[in-house]
Structure formats: C-alpha cells, structure tokens
C-alpha cells in the first residue's frame, strides 16, 4: 500500500500528526505497537502516574472548543485521565480508523529512485509512504538493569513502564523498589501504603519538590478556562513552554530575605512542582545560586524524614546542581520514609550483587521479597529511533550516523534521510519542555513544510550536512553554558551503560528555538535541499 504519510507511535504527538496531515488531504496512517493509543500514557500504568506539568498546559492547544469541552479534574493529571483525554481526542476528531494498532515497525528503508520509504512491521506486513514522521516519543523504551539471578526469583517482578493491566496487588507484600525518579518517586507512598515493607533501593538521590495536586472544583477549572488564552500566550513565551512564574531576577539582585521567600513560595502551596526551576533567573547558569536552592532543598528533607540516615540517603549530594536531572513533583514522597515499613539503601554504597530465589542481595546483606519493582527508566530520546533499521540514502543506517550520538537539524529532521521527519526529537528543546507544546510546534511546522513541498513538487526535501553539524555544534555551545551537562541524567544518556555520552535537548529554550524554525521557513526553509 502506498500512502503520502506514515506516522509511527500514536501518542500526542502521532495523533495530532495524523490530524493535521488528514487535514491537509493526504493519505496516512499510524502504526502503533501498542495494543491502545496513548504512547508513554498508555504504557506507564505503575500506581500513582502522573503527568509532572499541569493538566490545562498539558493538553492539546489547537481546537479552542476541545479545551472548553473537556473537563481535567486535578491540576496534575494521572496516567488514567490523560489516557481517558486521548481517547477522547482520537473519537471526537474520528482519527481511529486511520491507527493500526499491534505494530511494531522493524525497518523503514528510503527508496532513493522512487523517493519512498519502504517501511515493514515485525510482523512481515510492507507498506509505502512518500513522507515518515517518527512519533516515537521521548520515553517509550525501558532501561533494565541486567542483574545476575533474575530468572531464578521466585517472586514476581515488574517494570514501571510495561505495568501489567490488571494492576498490582501489593497488599501484605515485601517489596524493593529500584530507582527514584519520576517513577519511583510517584510510585513509593502508594506501594507503602499496601506492602507489609518497602525498601527503596536509591543509586543517585534526586531533587524533589511537593507537588500540591489538587482537585479542580467547578469553580475554579471555570475560572481556568476562561483565562486560556492568556494561559497559552503565556506557555509559549515560557523558556519551559509553559508558565511557571518565572523570576526575572538573578539570585544576586535579590537580598537574604528575599530569596528565602522566593523559596518558600515555591515549594509551599502556590508553588510546587518545576516553578522551583524557575526561582532565579541564573539558576541553571549560575553555580552559586544553584547551590543556595539545593541547600534549601537539603534542609526541607532533613526537616521532613525524622531518621537523619535516611535524611542524608535522601539528599542529593552538593556536586549535583539542584535540575541538572529532571526534576520530581511529589505527593508525601519523603513524609512515606517515616512509616515503620519503609527502609532505604544507597546502592551506590552498597551495591546490588544479585537476586536469588528469594531476594535482592546487596553487598550490606540479604532482603527476603515478594516483588521486585523498577524504576529504572528509559533508553530516552534515541532508544525508540534507533531499536528500527532506519536507513537512509546510499543504504546509510541511522545507527551507523547517530554511533556517536544523534545528529539532527533542529530537532527534526536528519541529513541523509529525506522525507523523514522526527518530532521532539534530539536537538530540540522537547524534553526540557512542556512536551505537548512541543510536539504541536512541531506538528505544525512539519506540516506547513510539507505543504510548501508539495505545492512545489518536490519529491525530496532534506537537511542539509553543513547545517545539521552548524546545528549540532550549537546545540552543544548552548549546553555548556548550562548546568545540566553534569551528573548522570537521561538527557545526556548516561543512564544507559554503553551510551555516548552528549547532551541530547536544546537548552535555549521553546521561544527562541521557535523562532529559529520560524526563521528558516520564512527563509525558503533555510538549509534543506529541496528538489
Ligand atoms: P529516571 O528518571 O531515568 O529514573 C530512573 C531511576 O532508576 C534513577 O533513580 C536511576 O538511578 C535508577 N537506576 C537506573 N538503573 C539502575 C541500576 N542499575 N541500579 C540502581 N538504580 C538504577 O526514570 P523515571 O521512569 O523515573 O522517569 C523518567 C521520566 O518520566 C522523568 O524524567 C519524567 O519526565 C517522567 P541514577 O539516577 O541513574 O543513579
């Protein structure tokens, strides 16, 4: 079958795809592994998901009647509500019958003389597309840890991501749960709460900050809603894409008292989650200022978690710069350390050696378990692009290019590789964004370039290789004048083992790197062939 478009991945950003190209009158069609639309929201089912950016910014901004209609019942959203909105957006704009679920591609090849992609799913089926958009998100493969003895645990074991369906029971269960980011952190009070014992297993500790969800009441989402327009202007001139209250002041324009206020108000009540990221303007620029929010940071985990052993596990060193890892949004997260039934172990000192039949062995000692949770994370940003032969001109294979790292002209496309677009890719600003806005910026601008090639007849628009390395080379120059080239986060892949080393977003921001794409449209798409 020959289509204008393939879309691989039917989470936000294929779905909105698949609508814009439906709009535009080309031929397409989703492919999606899953069983269910929803791409990371459709996998990450683990007790206590939530989206970590609020429900009225984290949904989609294009249809002002959507937004009225649907109505988000907490400030942040769980797994199963956003899950319920896609599902909604999929129906009400009938995009399910163009999303082939049960999917999986294997390879997508470029037909140079007939300018196609020749894309085959695992299960043998072909088909053709003129242009292949990759929606394969930024968190859609998991990272494992390989220990020695997994096969052999008697117990049951799951990952945060691959949940099962039917949920977990931990009710008078003894659990070790590995890993505290995002995941770990949202998942520890729930199975604490459930397990007859809990033992987290923590390698790097992890800034986190309450989240203070709440529930809307009609009163207030009413009120919300009818200032979104104004919330949206104000998401998209957001370095974050989405509002936060930013400070405009550096830490050193502030006095004493202050920036202890400033503080305050954002870990308490009207603040929470990333507007702690926003408290001063240099905070991850400036060293200094980010040690002063780190140590506040430190001082609210000793006045919360009464055992000071667990107090200093839990307290990011003073080498890591308070959001050079993304950062958690909490419910009781470190309160859950006060129960009875809840230990931690730094596995940095003291490191997993094995499972055995009965348990998880650390060189401290022995744990006899029921279950073993992960939370260890994503092979992000690449993982999902390069599990698929992807090959372009001249039979180059993606994997080959990117050996050292992923290479892209803005975040979304690739020399070598025409007709093919990725969204939130690899040197965009994505993952250090409200990912929806994201994934609308550039659904939106794939989509008007492709209609500028098509009203042209081109048959090939490409990245061009001098403008993907002058791309490449800046996304690095802006990293480095950033904190967040350190530690050990997903964003610089350092979580995988084996995995170059390179900080993989755009850190300048989603206003200013939208006004690099809007430049380079309005310049005849600047630094693509087009033939
Ligand atoms: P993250 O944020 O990558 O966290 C994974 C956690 O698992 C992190 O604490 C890791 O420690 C830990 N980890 C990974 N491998 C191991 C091994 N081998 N042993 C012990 N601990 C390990 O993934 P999440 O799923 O929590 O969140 C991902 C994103 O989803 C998040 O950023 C939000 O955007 C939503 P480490 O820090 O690497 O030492």
Request: hydrophobic content about 40%; proline content about 5%; charged content about 25%.
């Amino acid at each position: 079958m020959q289509l204008d478009m393939l879309v691989v991945g039917a989470g936000f950003a294929g779905i909105y795809q698949l609508y814009k190209a439906r709009e535009a009158g080309m031929t397409v069609r989703v492919l999606e592994a899953g069983e269910g639309v929803g791409g990371t929201w459709f996998w990450n089912r683990y007790p206590g998901a939530r989206c970590d950016v609020e429900s009225l910014d984290y949904s989609y901004s294009f249809c002002r009647e959507l937004e009225e209609e649907w109505e988000w019942t907490e400030r942040y959203a769980s797994q199963s509500e956003i899950l319920s909105y896609i599902n909604h957006v999929v129906d009400r704009f009938d995009l399910r019958r163009d999303i082939q679920l049960n999917t999986r591609v294997a390879s997508a090849h470029f037909d140079e003389d007939r300018a196609l992609w020749s894309v085959r799913s695992e299960d043998g089926e072909h088909l053709e597309a003129k242009f292949l958009v990759m929606a394969t998100g930024q968190l859609s493969v998991p990272q494992k840890p390989d220990l020695h003895g997994l096969d052999d645990f008697k117990g049951q074991w799951y990952h945060s991501a691959r949940w099962p369906m039917e949920g977990v029971d931990f009710t008078g269960q003894r659990v070790v749960l590995i890993g505290t980011g995002s995941s770990g952190v949202q998942m520890t009070p729930i199975i604490a709460a459930q397990a007859s014992q809990l033992t987290v297993l923590q390698r790097t500790a992890n800034f986190s900050v309450p989240a203070h969800n709440m529930p809307f009441t009609p009163e207030s989402l009413k009120a919300a809603k009818a200032r979104y327009p104004e919330r949206r202007a104000m998401g998209r001139e957001a370095i974050t894409g989405v509002f936060l209250n930013a400070n405009t002041k550096t830490a050193a324009e502030m006095t004493e008292d202050e920036r202890i206020a400033e503080l305050e108000y954002r870990w308490k009540g009207a603040g929470g989650g990333f507007r702690m990221l926003r408290a001063f303007a240099d905070l991850m620029s400036n060293l200094q200022t980010n040690h002063l929010v780190a140590e506040f940071a430190r001082n609210k985990i000793h006045a919360v978690v009464k055992d000071p052993r667990k107090a200093e596990i839990l307290s990011p060193k003073p080498d890591l710069p308070y959001g050079h890892k993304r950062l958690c949004g909490d419910t009781h997260y470190y309160e859950t350390f006060n129960r009875d039934n809840v230990d931690l172990v730094d596995v940095k000192a003291h490191p997993i050696t094995e499972i055995t039949p009965t348990g998880l062995r650390t060189t401290q000692g022995h744990h006899e378990l029921d279950v073993i949770v992960f939370a260890t994370g994503f092979d992000a940003m690449t993982g999902a692009l390069l599990a698929m032969d992807i090959r372009g001109t001249g039979g180059q294979s993606l994997r080959e290019k990117w050996a050292a790292g992923p290479r892209t002209y803005l975040g979304v496309s690739i020399a070598g590789f025409p007709n093919l677009f990725v969204i939130a890719g690899p040197g965009s600003p994505a993952a250090l964004s409200n990912v929806v806005h994201s994934i609308e910026t550039h659904v939106d601008w794939i989509s008007n370039f492709i209609g500028h090639s098509r009203s042209k007849g081109t048959r090939r628009i490409e990245a061009e290789q001098a403008h993907e390395d002058q791309w490449v080379d800046h996304v690095n120059e802006v990293a480095n004048q950033t904190l967040y080239p350190v530690g050990n986060s997903w964003y610089l892949g350092a979580n995988m083992p084996g995995k170059p080393r390179v900080f993989m977003p755009y850190a300048a921001g989603v206003p200013a790197y939208r006004r690099i794409i809007e430049g380079v449209a309005e310049k005849n798409y600047e630094g693509f062939a087009q033939v």
